[in-house]
T-cell receptor, first 115, second 110 residues
Framework: DGGITQSPKYLFRKEGQNVTLSCEQN?????MYWYRQDPGQGLRLIYY???????QKGDIAEGYSVSREKKESFPLTVTSAQKNPTAFYLC??????????????FGPGTRLTVL | SQQGEEDPQALSIQEGENATMNCSYK?????LQWYRQNSGRGLVHLIL?????REKHSGRLRVTLDTSKKSSSLLITASRAADTASYFC??????????FGKGTKLSVIP
């Protein structure tokens, strides 16, 4: 079964804690993305990676960090520096072959709540 | 920054009616994509239209693109209760990133 998985589905964080959200894909996609979605809002790009060991900041990278040690995995750490982390986090991937016209495939999301 | 802006923000229709959602954007694009999101879930790709295309169909979906007006519309014909979801447009502009709008929340009443 090909796809993209995220875990956990729900995550609770105390203030001052770092937490890591997992994203794994077995689609053999080169590019992976992390988005944040707030209620009634669209998706905002946090970080993206087009190749192993390389990643770039998106529009709202402050307070977040990522790594891309393996093609299949792109974990996101929400650090204590992120002052308002309660949101729905979505991971996506896409292939790069064929140019610009590829769709992104999304995971089911992780809902993070700060207690 | 969010390039796409969907209109209306919310739409409520009866089952069997057609639903039309619009998307406007600001800069030149290579393609425009529409995605669907059921409540609390990830997004699912519906259809992609390239900048040199004007209309595209997929099942009950019809997408139009007017690059001179920087706008697109998504038409869902003969809507069903199962079409209830949020619909997002996303623009691709010469990179591997997409820029998403804020979405239209569609409710189809049985």
């Amino acid at each position: 079964d090909g796809g993209i998985t995220q875990s956990p589905k729900y995550l609770f964080r105390k203030e001052g804690q770092n937490v890591t959200l997992s994203c794994e894909q077995n689609l053999n996609h080169d590019a992976m993305y992390w988005y944040r979605q707030d209620p009634g809002q669209g998706l905002r790009l946090i970080y993206y990676s087009q190749i192993v060991n390389d990643f770039q900041k998106g529009d709202i990278a402050e307070g977040y960090s990522v790594s891309r040690e393996k093609k299949e995995s792109f974990p996101l750490t929400v650090t204590s520096a992120q002052k308002n982390p309660t949101a729905f986090y979505l991971c996506a991937s896409r292939g790069l072959a064929g140019g610009w016209d590829n769709e992104q495939f999304f995971g089911p999301g992780t809902r993070l709540t700060v207690l | 920054s969010q390039q796409g802006e969907e209109d209306p923000q919310a739409l409520s229709i009866q089952e069997g009616e057609n639903a039309t959602m619009n998307c406007s954007y600001k800069t030149s694009i290579n393609n425009l994509q529409w995605y669907r999101q059921n409540s609390g879930r990830g997004l699912v790709h519906l259809i992609l239209i390239r900048s040199n295309e004007r209309e595209k169909h997929s099942g009950r979906l019809r997408v139009t693109l007017d690059t001179s007006k920087k706008s697109s519309s998504l038409l869902i014909t003969a809507s069903r209760a199962a079409d209830t979801a949020s619909y997002f447009c996303a623009t691709g502009a010469g990179s591997y990133q997409l820029t998403f709008g804020k979405g239209t929340k569609l409710s189809v009443i049985p």
